[in-house]
């Protein structure tokens, strides 16, 4: 049970948001109680067994870092390491009857050099590195503001200081923006994916969802870069459950929270745990949790229903599978991001046939491995015998399209396993490790999974749609995170800037909480 009836700040969540959001308050001496309904901290960032008796601990959910910045792990003394991928990504495909593809890499003049195999000139890799190098113009501009107070547009415009990069990113459609840069359907649809991970939208979309999704996988870090994250996502709450413990919070797993009320001025926290209920008072509390969620606990009408639209599958393999492009090494192919029937075109008939109500035919994807730039996360019998993990991310897959019958799921995952068989040169089944029982080491997660398991509304990694990192009409308060309460604050990815593993939103809370005195 808490230890206090009475604190400073109680954190509703103990995601990894809200663990920053502990470790700030507690760090200034604030008085913090952290509930979280799970048995453990963590949220969707954690690192777990996913197979019976197998000895590896997969990033489950989340998988990759990018919108984390360097000052949160700086300013509160985070013992936590992300490593940077060789390879970008690898694109496979057919042309001319032959198995070939697309290689993105830290070098430059291999990239050059599979640009012109694919496309057959120069042309494409030059208006890859022009466009990109804009997007970089934008992420060392925009990314230091997301943990300062909220600019306004204006201000943000001016902070980028070219209008005509503001135009392509932040006023057009994505697919517009595309189609102008490049003429190579292979290499517009690598562009495109950014702008739909977990975000179910058209390239072409006049309210322009695609363009913030966009915007927030292409300034991570101010580079963009994706990193991996040593020890899984685990070893980040890990290490902030341990700093916000150490530094006084008090966090206490196995207590819902089921009601909150406040008069703006004192705050009253009810729970729920395994001996009963109880109640706590607090003079601020910060929900990391939907603001679905946070309109429920305050009795209020909820917002507008949120709907994710991702497949999410782990699996452990024996070895990598053999591809058909014998030009590239699986261990380069699956370093990076490995787009499986992602061009442009296929990317916009999968969101058409999804839009209509039906599973697309071809599901879109995109597969990495975790240990060949990792290994720590596999026990050292599986490194030894050559074991790799593969983590696959669907896109254009709405909650919508499961509220039928389960075997809605299996027959996802085998049209989605079918689309990466089709680039491989044995099949995956075939590589597939197996666990205790002798079942295949592969498991899916489809929206409903992600809504049972980790209460993400509708199964949305974002809790909602991105919100562009300025101040909208709705005013949304001077750090992004207030509500109409002046002592209630979103301290997730509900919240203005929030999204992704970024602990942006719960900095920003702290120091919301802390200006208020």
């Not at 200034?28 to 969707?44: D, S």
């Not at 490049?182 to 322009?208: E, H, K, N, P």
Request: glycine content about 10%; charged content about 25%.
């Amino acid at each position: 049970m808490p230890l206090r009836q009475s604190y400073d700040a109680v954190i509703v969540g103990g995601g990894h948001n809200g663990l920053v959001a502990a470790s700030y308050l507690a760090r200034a001496g604030k008085r913090v109680l952290v509930l979280e309904r799970l048995g453990h901290t963590g949220g969707a960032a954690i690192s777990a067994p996913a197979f019976a008796g197998v000895d590896a601990r997969l990033s489950r959910y989340s998988y990759l870092v990018s919108l984390l910045p360097r000052k949160i792990v700086e300013d509160l003394d985070l013992r936590f390491e992300v490593r940077k991928r060789a390879v970008s990504s690898y694109t496979p495909t057919e042309r001319g009857g032959r198995d070939t593809g697309l290689l993105v890499t830290r070098d430059v003049f291999r990239t050059r050099e599979s640009f012109a195999r694919l496309t057959g000139s120069d042309r494409e890799f030059e208006a890859w590195q022009d466009f990109y190098g804009k997007a970089a113009h934008v992420a060392e501009r925009v990314f230091p503001t997301l943990t300062e107070p909220l600019p306004t547009e204006d201000e943000l415009r001016g902070r980028v200081g070219d209008d005509r990069i503001w135009g392509m990113f932040f006023q057009q459609p994505l697919g517009e923006t595309i189609e102008q840069a490049f003429t190579d359907d292979l290499v517009r649809g690598v562009v495109l994916t950014d702008g739909l991970i977990g975000t179910f939208a058209s390239a072409w979309d006049a309210d322009l969802r695609q363009n913030r999704c966009f915007l927030y996988h292409v300034i991570g870090g101010g580079t963009g870069d994706w990193d991996v994250p040593i020890g899984g996502m685990g070893a980040l709450t890990d290490e902030l459950a341990a700093t916000a413990g150490a530094a006084g919070a008090e966090i206490r797993t196995g207590h819902e929270v089921t009601a909150l009320a406040t008069d703006g001025a004192r705050a009253q926290v009810t729970y729920a745990n395994a001996d009963g209920s109880g109640t706590v008072e607090a003079r601020n509390v910060l929900v990391n949790a939907s603001p679905e969620a946070l309109a429920a606990l305050l009795g209020r009408e909820r917002p507008e229903r949120a709907e994710g639209a991702q497949l999410k599958v782990n699996m452990l393999l024996k070895r990598l599978p053999r591809l058909r492009d014998t030009g590239v090494d699986p261990r380069e192919a699956f370093a990076g991001t490995f787009h499986v029937s992602e061009s442009f075109a296929q990317l916009e008939a999968a969101y058409t046939e999804a839009a209509s109500g039906r599973l697309p035919s071809h599901p879109p994807s995109e597969v990495y491995c975790h240990s060949l730039t990792d290994p720590s996360i596999l026990g050292d019998d599986l490194v030894r015998q050559g074991f790799q993990t593969l983590t696959l991310f669907g896109l254009h897959t709405p909650a919508r399209l499961f509220d039928g019958p389960e075997d809605e799921k299996a027959r996802l995952l085998a049209a989605t396993v079918a689309q990466l068989d089709r680039y491989l040169d044995e099949p995956l089944a075939d590589c597939l490790a197996v666990d205790a029982e002798g079942a295949p080491c592969i498991e899916a997660k489809t929206p409903l999974d992600l809504e049972r398991d980790l209460r993400l509304p509708g199964g949305n990694i974002f809790h909602r749609d991105l919100s562009w990192p300025f101040r909208a009409e709705a005013d949304p308060g001077r750090w992004g995170v207030e509500t109409e309460h002046a002592n209630v604050f979103l301290c997730g990815a509900g919240a203005v800037r929030g999204g992704g593993v970024s602990g942006i939103p719960g900095h920003n809370a702290a120091m919301a909480v802390l200006e208020a005195g």
